[in-house]
């Protein structure tokens, strides 16, 4: 049986994307106490899923963000005959293509 502190050190490396083995090892309590505790103790069991399914929904989230169109802004100089600068700004929408190819591969479908 774990200790309450024990169970939300584990919870917490769940929380933080730790595996549950590295969980059992931040929370100092060996692995085979923890896989018992996971088996004999339903609600403990849907905290560590759901400890788990926390960090992949911020993940999840992240790439989500990052395949979102963005402004990009380019500035180019260049000298005129007379001297003078001469600036030309350019702004366009920019997708990271590998963040959306990757939700696209990976969303459960």
């Known amino acids: 049986m774990l200790t309450d502190e024990q169970i939300d050190w584990v919870l917490q490396g769940l929380r933080a994307g730790l595996s549950r083995i590295h969980a059992a090892n931040f929370a100092q309590v060996p692995f085979a106490e923890v896989a018992t505790f ?8 849907m905290k560590c899923k759901r400890a788990e399914a926390e960090f992949r929904l911020r993940c999840l989230a992240a790439v989500q ?3 979102q ?9 260049r000298r005129a005959t007379d001297g003078s600068t001469i600036e030309t700004t350019k702004t366009e929408p920019v997708i990271d293509w590998k963040a959306a190819a990757w939700l696209l591969q990976n969303n459960g479908s």
């Open 38 to 45: 996971i088996r004999e103790d339903p609600d403990f069991q």
């Open 69 to 77: 169109p963005r402004d990009v802004v380019t500035v180019t100089r």
């Open 65 to 67: 963000k990052a395949s």
